[in-house]
T-cell receptor, first 115, second 112 residues
């Protein structure tokens, strides 16, 4: 089955710097890759996603890139702010089994942005 | 205002007790999921359901039970057989063609 690895597990940056979180996946047929942000004591929130027919997607300070050949995708946050501090999860969606979708999650990256 | 409601936000359980965590959604999503999250850890799938009256075990189903009598509701019971139930529990719904999940705000369960 699909396996998603996420690195680094923790990332500390200064306010204004860029942050990059990387994920690799094993199933080349996976076709959807969301990123979630989880603030302390809250549920994860979808912040950006990308489908397998697209190489890059941007939303203001956040971007995601996908390299299907290498089977990896990355989250890029520019001009980081203290409110970006959270745990970020990547995920991959393998081909549907009997019409049912089940995301496979990475282990999470704790991002700390220092003022 | 569509969304997922998990209740209660905090729950305390005595040893040997069963407790039920509520998850209600008005997003009209078919699929629903329960995840467990331990401090500093990732998400582990407990149970999931595609349609009413049907559900499947996830990776860590032992000591848990669920029901899906209505599309809107997917309650999780933590039984006394779950030896280490203290954790943060997250309910999610599947967004269908839009992809991915929508998560609730979670229930923090503590054994006292």
């Amino acid at each position: 089955g699909e396996n998603v690895e996420q690195h680094p597990s923790t990332l500390s940056v200064q306010e204004g710097d860029s942050a990059v979180i990387k994920c690799t996946y094993s199933d080349s047929a996976s076709n959807y890759f969301p990123w979630y942000k989880q603030e302390l004591g809250k549920g994860p929130q979808l912040i950006i996603d990308i489908r397998s027919n697209v190489g890059e997607k941007k939303d203001q300070r956040i971007a995601v890139t996908l390299n299907k050949t290498a089977k990896h995708f990355s989250l890029h946050i520019t001009e980081t702010q203290p409110e970006d501090s959270a745990v970020y999860f990547c995920a991959a969606l393998p081909p549907r089994e009997t019409g049912f979708q089940k995301l496979v999650f990475g282990t999470g990256t704790r991002l700390l942005v220092s003022p | 205002d569509g969304g997922i409601t998990q209740s209660p936000k905090y729950l305390f359980r005595k040893e040997g007790q069963n407790v039920t965590l509520s998850c209600e959604q008005n997003l009209n999503h078919d699929a629903m999921y329960w995840y467990r999250q331990d401090p500093g850890q990732g998400l582990r799938l407990i149970y999931y359901s595609q349609i009413v009256n049907d559900f499947q075990k996830g990776d860590i189903a032992e000591g848990y039970s669920v029901s899906r009598e209505k599309k809107e509701s997917f309650p999780l019971t933590v039984t006394s057989a779950q030896k280490n139930p203290t954790a943060f529990y997250l309910c999610a719904t599947g967004r269908g063609l839009a992809g991915g999940y929508t998560f609730g705000s979670g229930t923090r369960l503590t054994v006292v």
